[in-house]
């Protein structure tokens, strides 16, 4: 082997090293400058996603291989969750994704992706609905990995971790459910009825006023049919109400 050729397999190495120890822009994880909105910590929806093919196949992460399951229904299980945030924020998830630390998503070792899942904090009883696009944590005592807006709304964000429940949520396990727009949220109660008497004359639809942390949060509704709800949905965003969004209830989760 000439000392030319030598040379070149070293240079090859070092690249390669380099290129897998620069993957992600910081070698620990942390929380971001700031927390998630009210807005980006809205359950995600669920709906009809095809699976992806690749992310279905059986996999070997640190030796251990792992099969996916082909469909989720039925799936409950407890353990720990762990989040991921600054670290992964703006790389490629398992399916081809970009990870947005700011979204309701998850990471799970075998759960078809994508999927979604309602998870709990067993201590505090906070819940929330993601969707899984991800796989991992890969850590024998962690169950599933959330992105740090989910971790939040559980309210584990500061300790890391938490004891949680996971249960598969699919279309057929959602009941009718009422629905309400959250137009507005201030800690003028005053702005917040005329608020309230305008659209509630505007749209002729009733209002509800809850206080929550010192704010008072206008609804409109409630609203028993999903169209209606999302065509008014759009038509106060399209006005001068463009973070309005909408909350259900009366789930059978």
Not at 34 to 63: F, H, N
Not at 79 to 97: I, L, M, P, R, V
Not at 184 to 200: P, V
Request: proline share 4%.
């Amino acid at each position: 082997m000439t000392k030319l050729y030598k040379a070149y397999l070293l240079a090859l190495v070092v690249i390669f090293v380099s290129g897998c120890s620069s993957r992600y822009h910081t070698r620990q994880d942390t929380a971001p400058m700031r927390i998630p909105t009210e807005y980006e910590m809205r359950d995600a929806k669920v709906k009809v996603e095809p699976k992806s093919v690749s992310a279905g196949r059986p996999y070997v992460v640190l030796g251990k291989q792992y099969h996916p399951m082909s469909d989720e229904k039925g799936y409950k299980a407890q353990g720990t969750a762990s989040w991921y945030g600054q670290k992964f924020h703006g790389y490629y998830t398992s399916n081809g994704e970009i990870f947005n630390m700011y979204d309701m998503t998850a990471a799970h070792k075998t759960l078809p992706l994508p999927s979604f899942v309602k998870v709990t904090n067993l201590e505090n009883g906070k819940s929330a609905i993601v969707r899984v696009n991800d796989r991992g944590p890969f850590h024998d005592d962690r169950i599933i990995d959330l992105s740090y807006a989910a971790a939040y709304k559980l309210g584990y964000h500061n300790q890391g971790t938490a004891k949680v429940q996971i249960e598969a949520i699919t279309l057929d396990r959602i009941a009718p459910r009422l629905t309400y727009i959250q137009v507005a949220a201030s800690s003028n109660k005053t702005n917040i009825e005329h608020l309230a008497n305008k659209l509630a004359g505007q749209f002729a639809i009733d209002t509800n006023i809850a206080e929550e942390g010192g704010l008072h949060k206008l609804r409109l509704g409630p609203l028993e049919d999903d169209s209606h709800a999302q065509s008014l949905l759009e038509n106060l965003q399209a006005g001068e109400f463009r973070q309005a969004f909408l909350l259900y209830s009366e789930q059978r989760l």
